[in-house]
């Protein structure tokens, strides 16, 4: 495997305890994913598909094994280390949106940019931009109750790109919408790509697995096939 990957994954096992017994998320997961690859993860439930983005973001550590980003160990940093490496690194899609009911959606797309304390009218002004650019410019002074689901999605997909990061990570960002309005979504993270940021995604839609340039499918907390789609946009 290359040290020059731009993420690498090498022998990551994740386990949890449930009472007396063991439960394997992960199992000697080893992989590697360059700068700029649109890569969808794929498999039944309970595959492991979650627990492996969760790892790839920071927001969980393996039980077992290392992960490396852009040459750095995560899995090795403290907690206040890995939010900021996130807030720098990171944009992530959550399949519920996770829009702060109480915020208007504008402040909810600067939110980012107030947790690394840079909450003032410049940031605003980057959010307003943010929005615009999926298609919610007149909406910034709503409230998430006031968005369709596709609206919510778009506003959760301008917060993860707020602070520019070289790498999105997506969450069944099509899973709660209906076809018309997961094309849109689609459509978005396809544009993401083009920019030559790093798209990493979980995936039940057949049609976002195939417009990614590589599919890893997850079976049983293993990799039972990695492959690239014919399908694939260069």
């Known amino acids: ?32 994913i360059a700068m700029g690859e649109f890569v969808a993860i794929v498999g039944p439930s309970g595959s492991g598909k979650s627990t492996l983005l969760n790892l790839i973001a920071g927001i969980d550590k393996p039980t077992v094994g290392e ?7 995560i899995d090795r940093l403290d907690e206040d280390a890995l939010a900021r490496w996130r807030g720098h690194m990171i944009g992530i899609v959550f399949q519920f949106f996770q829009l702060l009911p109480t915020l208007t959606v504008l402040e909810n797309v600067a939110l980012p940019l107030q947790l690394r304390q840079l909450w003032a009218s410049p940031s605003l002004e980057r959010a307003k931009e943010a929005l615009a650019r999926v298609g919610l410019g007149d909406h910034a002074d709503k409230l998430p109750s006031e968005l369709s689901g596709g609206e919510k999605q778009r506003a959760a997909i301008a917060r993860a790109l707020i602070n520019d990061p070289p790498i999105l990570i997506a969450d069944e960002p099509t899973g709660n919408l209906d076809s018309s309005t997961g094309e849109q979504v689609i459509d978005l993270m396809v544009k993401q790509h083009r920019t030559g940021k790093t798209v990493i995604l979980v995936t039940h839609e057949p049609r976002l697995a195939e417009i990614a340039s590589r599919q890893i499918h997850l079976l049983d907390g293993r990799i039972a096939e990695d492959s690239s789609s014919p399908l694939s946009q260069p």
């Open 1 to 32: 495997m290359s040290n020059s990957a731009f993420i690498r994954l090498v022998g990551v096992t994740r386990t949890y305890r449930t009472g007396a017994q063991l439960f394997y998320a992960l199992k000697n997961i080893s992989l590697s």
């Open 67 to 73: 992960i490396w980003v852009e040459g750095l160990r």
